[in-house]
Nanobody, 122 residues
Framework: VQLQACGGGLVQAGGSLRLSCAASGRTFSRNFMGWFRQAPGKERDFVAA????????YYADSVKGRFTISRDNAKNTVHLQMNSLKPEDTAVYYC????????????????WGQGTLVTVSS
């Protein structure tokens, strides 16, 4: 079971990035998927999550209205569209696979990707 995240990079404030996470090893079409981020010297924080069929989405207050999580179960992928980026969005972003129920807690996610670095310059 592997999660491979990509799409990070350096962007100016106000810009956009699209992160993608590809799952391999088995299908995750019945699992909750989430994105978390960890800034230097800080704890890993919840960013967004999506239920198995994409109908329900959840966001941290800090990204609500700017980020959009989506998934494509046919391709076993999950995406995070990030718009209006701010310097405080700078962090390593991780995708994660949870269970069948929603959660904002990292302990409820069993499988993790390796992380992709997003740097937003002011």
């Amino acid at each position: 079971v592997q999660l491979q995240a990509c799409g990070g990079g350096l962007v100016q404030a106000g810009g956009s990035l699209r992160l993608s996470c590809a799952a391999s090893g088995r299908t995750f079409s019945r699992n909750f998927m989430g994105w978390f981020r960890q800034a230097p010297g800080k704890e890993r924080d919840f960013v967004a999550a999506i239920n198995w069929n994409g109908v329900s989405t959840y966001y941290a207050d800090s990204v609500k209205g700017r980020f959009t999580i989506s998934r494509d179960n046919a391709k076993n992928t999950v995406h995070l569209q990030m718009n209006s980026l701010k310097p405080e969005d700078t962090a390593v972003y991780y995708c994660a696979c949870g269970g069948p129920y929603s959660s904002r807690g990292s302990a409820d996610y069993e499988h993790w990707g390796q992380g992709t670095l997003v740097t937003v310059s002011s």
